[in-house]
């Protein structure tokens, strides 16, 4: 399958769970530590990491290392190329429309 159609599925498989939503709704008032993070999900350590290297994979939340501790917050150039990928696939192409005698 082409590199390009899997990055793009990262960014919509960040969205597809309720954690991972509940995760973005707890960023969006700023960064957060993990520490934080954890308590309100009801998840593990182990089950934050995993949600989160989605996240963060898709572009959409970045991190960083301070002590023993992650924090994470959103990321705005992850949240436009999520928007401009949702509306470009999302948006006829009508100039291809025009040429197809279908």
Do not use: N
């Not at 159609?5 to 954690?19: E, G, I, N, S």
């Not at 707890?26 to 999900?41: D, F, M, T, W, Y």
């Not at 996240?55 to 705005?76: A, F, M, N, P």
């Amino acid at each position: 399958m082409d590199t390009v159609y899997k990055a793009q599925a990262k960014v919509f498989k960040a969205f597809c769970d309720p954690k991972r939503l509940a995760i973005l709704e707890q960023l969006r008032s700023g960064e957060k530590c993990a520490c934080v993070l954890l308590e309100p999900l009801d998840l593990t350590q182990s089950g934050l990491s995993y949600h989160m290297k989605i996240l963060c994979d898709s572009g959409i939340v970045v991190s960083r290392q301070e002590g023993k501790w992650t924090h994470y917050r959103l990321s705005e150039p992850g949240r436009d190329a999520a928007v401009d990928l949702l509306k470009k696939l999302t948006t006829p192409d009508l100039e291809w429309a025009e040429t197809c005698h279908c």
